[in-house]
């Protein structure tokens, strides 16, 4: 009897009695679709994540052990920190050893609590000792610049991300939102050119104006400077357009209400039309911060030049071409620049897909 | 004489579309006037004029004696409630009532007494705090009404505040605004493409049609006296009896066939119109009468009976009838016009000519 | 002071200084009313506006500074694009530049045949190598960033348990920064890295299998019953084939297809594409409700069963030793260009994925509603009902992924750096490169291939413009 309810909750899906359908082929491609789909996001992502906890050592064998495994460093009288081996000997008796020598196909090995008993074993008899240990080492070094590690100054990249990312957002979403109602609620002369200009630069992919906008940024005097990365970008016609086809939805019955009541078209604006358009405008707040944030190319041109003027992307980059081999920091840098974004996205997720599936268009 | 608000000549064109042809009216302290007309005949388009939401083509609009063209709507010290009540959805009540107050940089003291004044006077002051998303149809109207009450204007606007309701809030609404303007005494104009809505609030109706006055006067004066033929047919409800005939003289003969000489102000020749009200109508369930019609339908509500019936040449007829009488479909009885009761419209005008009392 | 700096100094003095003069005195603020005043402040110039020209001033000073910037930052750039691109040497100051007429774009042209980049001189041969190479990665990435956008919404948007975690998990990478992502699979890719571990292990177990007596026929009988099963629950219903069956039962067929290689027997290759090309056939039968769609389901079968018994299957298992490839850097393989459209797709398809899920969405349940009633199998009403309706957005799909994938850079440079040789350099990094990277800056031949670049996207939109405009037409 409970077997036979187990195989029908399992072969239903989502629904009433009357309108469940069995869990048909259907499902299970879906199922099946989503979840390799799922695994081929995550595994490349999590896969960093654990190695990024690992040894040196580990990193640099590229260990493929999930978990951070080293070897025990142990404390030998009288000779220093030692990497510990187990030795088997023929008859299965196993020794907590440590090599006094070269390895050789007969290497020397001294056990641990008598460093002085040197014996000479076959290389196949020593596996290492090894213990899981969390390598803190790989986020701390270079955060707290120690081991030579003070080229990746993640407060001030930091910062600089931040800044930037702020800052054009806010200006982003203010004028944008101004420019959309102008679109949305007036009828003036040359609405409609204003509004095709607009999605004419909708088209306009920036990186055809590279080299042009280096001189105009340069000729303003904000080329090496935060300015200059935020500026450009901030009047963005993705951002207009979205908000205009939100504010349209707004009925021009709110607004001369608000006039009746003696409010400035500006404070229409920002009181009514403003408080309205919460949605889309969170939508567009979400896009900018992702655009800003991940921005690479524009920041690469203008800000690459002063170190102290580098966002987390340009450090991070700088980071691993500079340090080509040590992986297990580049890892961790890694993983702590993708931080603050996933948290952003667990903490938003559902209101970020959900936002920009309704309000469409990028 | 200084009208608190008077219209001169105004035109109004949206593009190439001419919306209102020219529209003079005056309008006194304390009156409740009603626009009544169909759709689209500019009702709207009128009251945002006086409301300043839209500039006239044309004309002059004055308020107390003053020139307003170029006043922005809010300083004209109107207020306004809308059709869809234009509620601001993401504030409360309490910031509904009280933003166009801040507006004016009022203090803080006088908000809050106007504010409650408003909520007591309507009874909305449990609702202070929701939002216009939480409140019903009757609720948000009251609302919207409080929120120009607030503002103590110099004329309330209404623009077919009621239509978003169901039949019996909006005959409560229609007593409660009418109790309104009795406890309040402020002007108020009232747009409305409800004839009964007109007819029960205004003191004086102002009927529409393309953009043009056709008419403005009491209600009982349109309804006895109308102008032409259309004021007679919008104007009460069920509508006028309308029957096509010629006029030689002061001999009118209808297509329906009735013979009579009717006191003509002047001596008219050509085809007219015979207006005459379902209520003015006799019955004689044996056939007797002026006339005889074949009843189609009947309606017997108790207190009234409606019967509708053609003539033999197809033209319709409605008879209110205040008492019961048994009827049958197909049955045919006889009716009786009283002279009295006529209204002749010309043909061509479709204007009221005039009876000698 | 700079320039911008200077402006800016100006404006903040009219506008803070004036601005709060101008409130003052034209209104009373309470004391409580502080914030409100802030407010005015920010929105001076448009409240100015009003004041002096009317409701009519309003819209003008309130698209000011958009257009200011759309202006000054994208706009005239373009057009400075055009005169920078006629200039020669590398100062960064305007008028410095010499005027030298056509010859960037002569340089860049000075080929024998601009299809053929080796035959250019030094800058015509790095911009033709990058066009080309991006033009081929847009005619593949274009088309397999929508289908599987496409798929995906089409997955998502089916009524199944936890829709918002499936939608967000694949929105996730396009939250990520590209440097992330290229470290990330930079760390997979790596010669040693986890792929090869994975594919190395799997491919000797395999041959572990296949080397056990027997092997051969257990694996003919397993896949047979296996196929006839499916075969069979696609043919259960009476009238038309299930189209989800068929779908498995297709793929079935494509890897006995391979397997089997029957092309071999006329020493041709290509068999994983007649394969591919059968499954597919199939599928657009069934799920077209053709009348001999259960006809082509049983021939299928039958065909499937024929090659079935003609595999070797030690031998299809038996990989031998995996030797590790170094995806990234091996040069002449494909691979690195197979792994940026895979990382691109990747990264960029959650982002689709949502546009076209609100398509999806916007298409009223009650037509599929009114579909079943009429008894429409899902496959006709995909083809019948959701395709045209998501039209629409699928070209703005289309066009906005085409843009995106012109510019690719970030990916590109982080990953392979252009590399193995010219393999995957792209005509952005050579503009960068030439523009931003040299010793000896060429502004002038940056922006020449800036404005050939933008002829190509051009011609590419409206191209496809015009044919999506085509097809939605009726
Ligand atoms: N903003 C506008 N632009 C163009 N035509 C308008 C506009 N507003 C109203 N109209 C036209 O003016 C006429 C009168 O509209 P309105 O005053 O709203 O009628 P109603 O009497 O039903 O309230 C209608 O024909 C309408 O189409
Ligand atoms: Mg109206």
């Given at each position: 009897m409970a077997e036979g309810r187990l195989t029908t909750f399992l072969g239903r899906t989502a629904g009433n009695k009357d309108t469940a359908e069995r869990f048909g082929i259907a499902d299970f491609l879906a199922y099946g679709y989503l979840l390799f789909g799922v695994l081929i996001i995550l595994v490349p992502v999590l896969w960093t994540l654990f190695s990024s906890v690992k040894p040196e050592r580990a990193v640099d064998s590229f260990d493929t052990r999930i978990l951070p495994i080293a070897q025990v460093e142990t404390e030998v009288d009288g000779i220093g920190p030692k990497s510990e081996w187990i030795y088997t000997d023929d008859n299965?008796?196993?020794?907590?050893?440590?090599?006094?020598?070269?390895?050789?196909?007969?290497?020397?090995?001294?056990?641990?609590?008598?460093?002085?008993?040197?014996?000479?074993?076959?290389?196949?008899?020593?596996?290492?000792?090894e213990e899981i240990r969390v390598a803190t080492e790989n986020y701390l070094d270079p955060l707290l610049k120690r081991n030579g590690q003070d080229t990746f100054t993640f407060g001030i990249y930091l910062f600089n991300s931040v800044f930037v990312t702020v800052a054009a957002t806010l200006i982003t979403l203010l004028i944008n939102a101004m420019a959309a109602f102008a679109l949305s609620k007036y009828r003036f002369r040359g609405r409609l050119t204003f509004t095709?200009?607009?999605?004419?630069?909708?088209?306009?992919?920036?990186?055809?104006?590279?080299?042009?906008?280096?001189?105009?940024?340069?000729?303003?005097?904000?080329?090496?400077?935060?300015?200059?990365?935020?500026?450009?970008?901030?009047a963005t016609p993705t951002g207009v357009f979205l908000l205009r086809q939100y504010m349209l939805t707004i009925p021009d019955e709110l607004l001369e209400a608000a006039r009746m009541d003696a409010a400035s078209e500006w404070r229409i604006f920002w009181r009514i039309v403003m408080p309205l358009s919460l949605p889309a405008l969170s939508v567009l707040a979400i896009l900018s911060v992702i655009w800003r944030w991940n921005d690479f190319l524009w920041p690469l041109i203008v800000l690459i030049s002063d170190p102290a003027k580098?966002?987390?992307?340009?450090?991070?980059?700088?980071?691993?071409?500079?340090?080509?081999?040590?992986?297990h920091y580049i890892l961790a840098m890694t993983v702590v620049s993708l931080i603050p974004i996933t948290l952003v996205f667990v903490w938003l997720q559902r209101f970020i897909t959900t936002g920009i599936a309704t309000t469409g268009l990028k | 004489m200084i009208h608190t608000l008077?219209?001169?000549?105004?035109?109004?064109?949206?593009?190439?579309?001419?919306?209102?042809?020219?529209?003079?009216?005056?309008?006194?302290?304390?009156?409740?006037?009603?626009?009544?007309?169909?759709?689209?005949?500019?009702?709207?388009?009128?009251?945002?004029l006086i409301a300043g939401l839209e500039d006239p083509t044309s004309g002059d609009i004055m308020l107390k004696g003053e020139r307003v063209n170029n006043t922005p709507a809010s300083e004209r010290g109107l207020s306004m409630v809308f059709q869809s009540y234009a509620l601001?959805?993401?504030?409360?009540?309490?910031?509904?009532?009280?933003?166009?107050?801040?507006?004016?940089?009022?203090?803080?003291?006088?908000?809050?007494?106007?504010?409650?004044?408003?909520?007591?006077?309507?009874?909305?002051?449990?609702?202070?705090?929701?939002?216009?998303?939480?409140?019903?149809?009757?609720?948000?109207?009251?609302?919207?009404?409080?929120?120009?009450?607030?503002?103590e204007p110099v004329v309330f606007l209404f623009d077919e505040p009621l239509s978003n309701l169901d039949a019996e809030l909006r005959l409560q609404m229609r007593v409660e605004i009418s109790n309104l303007h009795a406890e309040l005494g402020n002007t108020m104009i009232y747009v409305t493409h409800d004839q009964i809505e007109a007819m029960t609030m205004a003191d004086r109706i102002v009927v529409l049609k393309g953009g043009q006055i056709v008419q403005v006067g009491k209600p009982l004066d349109l309804y006895n006296n109308p102008k032409n033929?259309?004021?007679?047919?919008?104007?009460?409800?069920?509508?006028?009896?309308?029957?096509?005939?010629?006029?030689?003289?002061?001999?009118?003969?209808?297509?329906?066939?009735?013979?009579?000489?009717?006191?003509?102000?002047?001596?008219?020749?050509g085809k007219v119109t015979l207006g005459i009200r379902p209520e003015a109508i006799g019955v004689s369930l044996d056939g007797e009468g002026d006339m005889q019609i074949k009843v189609q339908n009947f309606e017997q509500l108790g207190s009234v009976t409606y019967i509708y019936g053609a003539f033999d040449n197809g033209e319709r007829l409605t008879v209110q009838l205040a008492e019961q009488i048994p009827l049958e479909r197909n049955q045919v009885i006889g009716v009786t016009l009283p002279t009295d009761k006529f209204h002749i419209f010309d043909g061509e005008s479709e204007d009221a000519l005039g009876l000698s009392a | 002071m700079s320039l911008a700096g200077s402006m800016m100094f100006l404006l903040g003095v009219l506008w803070i200084g004036g601005g709060s003069i101008w409130l003052l005195a034209k209104r009373r603020y309470r004391f409580y009313q502080i914030p409100s005043f802030a407010m005015d402040l920010v929105g001076f110039p448009v409240e100015f506006a009003q004041s002096v020209w009317g409701r009519n001033g309003v819209p003008y000073a309130l698209l000011l500074p958009n257009m200011v910037i759309f202006g000054l930052f994208t706009f005239a750039p373009m057009i400075l694009n055009f005169y920078v691109s006629f200039t020669g040497g590398s100062s960064i100051s305007l008028l410095d530049r010499p005027w030298v007429g056509w010859s960037q774009y002569a340089e860049i042209f000075d080929c024998e045949s601009i299809f053929e980049p080796k035959s250019c001189t030094?800058?015509?041969?790095?911009?033709?190598?990058?066009?080309?190479?991006?033009?081929?990665?847009?005619?593949?990435?274009?088309?397999?960033?929508?289908?599987?956008?496409?798929?995906?919404?089409?997955?998502?948007?089916?009524?199944?348990?936890?829709?918002?975690?499936?939608?967000?998990?694949?929105?996730?990478?396009?939250?990520?920064?590209?440097?992330?992502?290229?470290?990330?699979?930079?760390?997979?890719?790596?010669?040693?890295?986890?792929?090869?571990?994975?594919?190395?292990?799997?491919?000797?177990?395999?041959?572990?299998?296949?080397?056990?007596?027997?092997?051969?026929?257990?694996?003919?009988?397993?896949?047979?019953?296996?196929?006839?099963?499916?075969?069979?629950?696609?043919?259960?219903?009476?009238?038309?084939?299930?189209?989800?069956?068929?779908?498995?039962?297709?793929?079935?067929?494509?890897?006995?297809?391979?397997?089997?290689?029957?092309?071999?027997?006329?020493?041709?290759?290509?068999?994983?594409?007649?394969?591919?090309?059968?499954?597919?056939?199939?599928?657009?039968?069934?799920?077209?409700?053709?009348?001999?769609?259960?006809?082509?389901?049983?021939?299928?079968?039958?065909?499937?069963?024929?090659?079935?018994?003609?595999?070797?299957?030690?031998?299809?298992?038996?990989?031998?030793?995996?030797?590790?490839?170094?995806?990234?850097?091996?040069?002449?393989?494909?691979?690195?260009f197979f792994w940026l459209v895979f990382v691109f797709t990747w990264s960029h398809m959650g982002f689709y994925m949502l546009i076209l899920l609100a398509g999806l969405q916007a298409i009223p349940a009650d037509l599929y509603e009114a579909a079943k009633m009429d008894a429409t199998k899902p496959g006709r009403a995909f083809w019948r009902i959701t395709l045209p309706l998501v039209m629409p957005t699928l070209t703005v799909v289309l066009v906005l992924s085409l843009i995106r994938s012109f510019q690719i850079f970030d990916e590109v440079y982080l990953l392979t750096g252009g590399g193995p040789?010219?393999?995957?350099?792209?005509?952005?990094?050579?503009?960068?490169?030439?523009?931003?990277?040299?010793?000896?800056?060429?502004?002038?031949?940056?922006?020449?291939?800036?404005?050939?670049?933008?002829?190509?996207?051009?011609?590419?939109?409206?191209?496809?413009?015009?044919?999506?405009?085509?097809?939605?037409?009726f």
């Open positions: 299965g008796n196993q020794k907590r050893v440590f090599k006094a020598g070269p390895t050789r196909r007969e290497t020397d090995v001294a056990p641990i609590d008598d460093p002085d008993a040197v014996i000479k074993v076959p290389r196949t008899q020593l596996t290492p000792s095709i200009l607009i999605i004419a630069t909708l088209l306009i992919p920036s990186s055809i104006i590279l080299v042009s906008l280096f001189f105009v940024v340069w000729s303003f005097g904000i080329f090496g400077s935060l300015w200059g990365v935020i500026i450009p970008a901030a580098h966002t987390i992307q340009l450090g991070l980059t700088q980071y691993a071409g500079e340090f080509d081999s040590d992986f | 008077e219209l001169r000549d105004i035109k109004k064109s949206f593009g190439d579309v001419d919306v209102i042809h020219g529209v003079d009216l005056a309008i006194e302290d304390g009156e409740f006037v009603v626009f009544v007309g169909p759709s689209g005949c500019g009702k709207s388009t009128l009251l945002r601001y959805p993401h504030m409360t009540v309490r910031q509904n009532l009280s933003f166009g107050l801040e507006n004016f940089r009022m203090s803080r003291a006088e908000i809050k007494r106007r504010v409650d004044g408003a909520a007591d006077l309507l009874q909305i002051d449990q609702l202070m705090g929701r939002r216009p998303g939480q409140l019903s149809g009757g609720q948000r109207q009251r609302v919207a009404i409080g929120r120009a009450i607030v503002r033929k259309f004021v007679a047919g919008f104007i009460g409800a069920p509508q006028m009896n309308f029957l096509e005939g010629q006029m030689s003289g002061r001999r009118l003969s209808l297509g329906a066939g009735l013979l009579r000489d009717i006191p003509m102000a002047k001596d008219y020749d | 030094n800058a015509g041969f790095n911009f033709w190598t990058g066009m080309f190479n991006t033009l081929w990665f847009v005619v593949i990435q274009v088309p397999v960033l929508c289908i599987v956008a496409l798929i995906t919404a089409l997955v998502v948007n089916k009524n199944i348990k936890g829709r918002g975690f499936w939608r967000a998990m694949f929105f996730y990478p396009v939250m990520l920064s590209p440097v992330v992502i290229a470290n990330v699979w930079n760390w997979v890719l790596h010669r040693k890295g986890i792929l090869n571990e994975a594919i190395g292990g799997s491919s000797d177990a395999l041959t572990a299998m296949a080397g056990m007596t027997g092997f051969d026929i257990i694996a003919t009988v397993l896949i047979g019953v296996l196929l006839m099963v499916i075969s069979e629950r696609a043919l259960r219903a009476p009238d038309m084939p299930s189209l989800g069956w068929t779908v498995l039962f297709a793929g079935f067929l494509a890897l006995i297809t391979i397997w089997a290689n029957p092309l071999s027997i006329i020493e041709m290759s290509g068999s994983p594409l007649l394969g591919l090309g059968l499954a597919g056939v199939l599928i657009w039968i069934v799920s077209n409700n053709y009348r001999f769609a259960r006809f082509a389901v049983i021939a299928a079968g039958f065909v499937a069963a024929a090659m079935l018994v003609s595999i070797q299957f030690d031998a299809v298992f038996d990989f031998g030793r995996h030797r590790p490839v170094n995806w990234l850097v091996q040069p002449n393989t494909g691979w690195p040789g010219r393999e995957t350099f792209m005509v952005v990094q050579n503009i960068y490169e030439v523009a931003f990277t040299s010793n000896n800056p060429d502004y002038g031949e940056g922006a020449a291939g800036s404005v050939l670049m933008a002829i190509v996207i051009a011609v590419f939109t409206f191209f496809q413009l015009w044919i999506t405009r085509r097809q939605s037409e």
